[in-house]
């Protein structure tokens, strides 16, 4: 069932709210993972700090029986990578437990206000581990249900969804773009704790929005509907699903080179770059953290250009296929890592490189992004079978799951090896991701469920 509220610039009434909703969402989960990293190496995890917090030797002894012993370095890296890799782990039960019994709207709120509650327990340190547990499991709630509830506010066929999510998607990049100038700067400046409750103010704020516009959404199919013996799904919906299954996989090493820049891209723009400042009006340094705005920033700045030359594409029967864009995709991440190479080799001779390398990184980085994450929320939400929408929508998630995962065991190799040879394993294992996706492209092609 459509939404019925009045059209907003040629779109649903209800995608603003969607949109705003998500933004300060982001801006909540960015601003947070901002500081993450560098609150862990340069305070958290110093020998006179870490036995304040709650649980963190038995982390240690779970993470060390497995990798070997890990220094402050190694260690945050895990942390990090099981924590943005768990906040995608669980949207598939979050999905799950909207499609079966209490629908998107309650799960989201539900998921809001655990995230909400996780960003101000982290303005505690003793509580840093239980923090990041209920951010985890307010991010399943919550993820998967706002996401899939865009694709509920277009009939099947609406020639508008692919623009919708492209709209959610900038959203999403300005919440992540204010994120590190405000809680990166009031963490980096004034007190880490500050950083991460203002975090929380903004989960607040986008549970006050997704509330205020709830009447403009689609009404929910009953939960007895949705728990009534159903029909079993046909042999398209079961080749749709296992093309995704298959997508996922590649998708997977995307993540796990393209998270590195809250992890170790962090570490490079902390400790390798010259962030001076000398102008007559500040000198200084400009704090780590406002380098990771770059790349929302560039989302937004990039959209239009990207929007519009996929149109004209369209137009002349030209537009790469889905899964020709995804691999598109990871080619930026492999360009990108191999500038950084260059990068590496300057601060090897002068110390510290240029900041401009970061300018560039991150521009064929986002356009990466472009090509791949807004694309891929569309594909599932075209050929997912309907009453399956947000658990396949979490189960794309698990991409991110995993890739995190990956991303940070990656990460951990970081202070132990040349910082050249480290971007160019970065951009050889994206470059293999983007050959894999695009040979395969025809295959599935040919398998996915067309929509009606």
């Known amino acids: 069932m459509t939404a019925r509220s009045p059209d907003l610039f040629g779109q649903p009434r209800g995608l603003a709210f969607l949109f705003g909703t998500e933004m300060w969402e982001r801006f909540s989960y960015y601003g947070m993972r901002a500081l993450l990293t560098l609150y862990m190496v340069k305070y958290l995890l110093l020998p006179e700090n870490r036995d304040r917090v709650l649980g963190l030797d038995a982390l240690r002894?779970?993470?060390?029986?497995?990798?070997?012993?890990?220094?402050a370095q190694p260690f945050a890296s895990q942390i990090y990578g099981s924590y943005s890799a768990l906040v995608y782990l669980t949207p598939v039960l979050g999905g799950y437990i909207a499609d079966r019994w209490l629908g998107h709207r309650r799960t989201v709120i539900i998921g809001a206000l655990l995230m909400a509650l996780g960003h101000f327990m982290m303005a505690v340190e003793h509580l840093f581990l239980f923090a990041l547990l209920a951010l985890i499991l307010g991010n399943g709630a919550f993820k998967p249900n706002i996401s899939s509830q865009v694709g509920t506010l277009y009939a099947p066929g609406d020639a508008r969804r692919d623009r919708a999510y492209s709209i959610f998607y900038v959203g999403i990049n300005l919440g992540a773009f204010l994120a590190p100038l405000v809680c990166g700067t009031l963490g980096e400046r004034i007190g880490w704790h500050y950083g991460f409750a203002a975090a929380g103010?903004?989960?607040?704020?986008?549970?006050?929005?997704?509330?205020?516009?709830?009447?403009?959404?689609?009404?929910?199919?009953?939960?007895?509907?949705?728990?009534?013996?159903?029909?079993?799904?046909?042999?398209?919906?079961?080749?749709?699903?296992?093309?995704?299954?298959?997508?996922?996989?590649?998708?997977?090493?995307?993540?796990?080179?393209?998270?590195?820049?809250?992890?170790?891209?962090?570490?490079?723009?902390?400790?390798?770059?010259?962030?001076?400042?000398?102008?007559?009006?500040?000198?200084?340094?400009?704090p780590t953290t406002w380098f990771l705005s770059l790349n929302p920033f560039m989302i937004f700045a990039f959209t239009p250009f990207v929007v519009a030359l996929w149109a004209r594409q369209s137009r002349r029967g030209t537009e790469p296929s889905t899964l020709v864009k995804m691999s598109l995709g990871c080619l930026g991440i492999a360009l990108g890592n191999l500038i950084m190479i260059a990068a590496a080799y300057e601060a090897g001779a002068t110390g510290k490189a240029s900041p401009l390398w970061l300018f560039v990184y991150f521009a064929i980085v986002t356009a990466g992004e472009l090509y791949l994450s807004p694309t891929g929320l569309s594909f599932v939400s075209k050929i997912a079978p309907a009453r399956l929408i947000s658990m396949l929508m979490g189960f794309w998630f698990l991409t991110n799951f995993t890739g995190n995962f990956l991303a940070g065991w990656l990460g951990s190799f970081w202070s132990g090896m040349d910082k050249g040879a480290f971007f160019l394993m970065i951009a050889g294992i994206a470059g293999a991701a983007s050959v894999t996706i695009f040979t395969f492209d025809r295959l599935i092609q040919r398998n996915v469920r067309r929509e009606a």
Request: proline residues 6%; hydrophobic residues 50%; glycine residues 8%.
């Open 201 to 286: 103010i903004g989960m607040l704020i986008a549970i006050a929005i997704y509330h205020f516009g709830a009447p403009n959404f689609p009404a929910e199919m009953p939960r007895a509907a949705t728990v009534a013996p159903r029909a079993p799904l046909t042999r398209d919906d079961w080749r749709s699903i296992g093309s995704l299954a298959l997508l996922c996989v590649f998708v997977t090493f995307f993540w796990a080179t393209y998270e590195q820049q809250g992890n170790t891209i962090a570490l490079w723009a902390d400790g390798y770059t010259d962030r001076s400042v000398n102008l007559l009006f500040w000198r200084g340094e400009v």
């Open 61 to 71: 002894g779970i993470f060390e029986s497995v990798f070997g012993p890990l220094d």
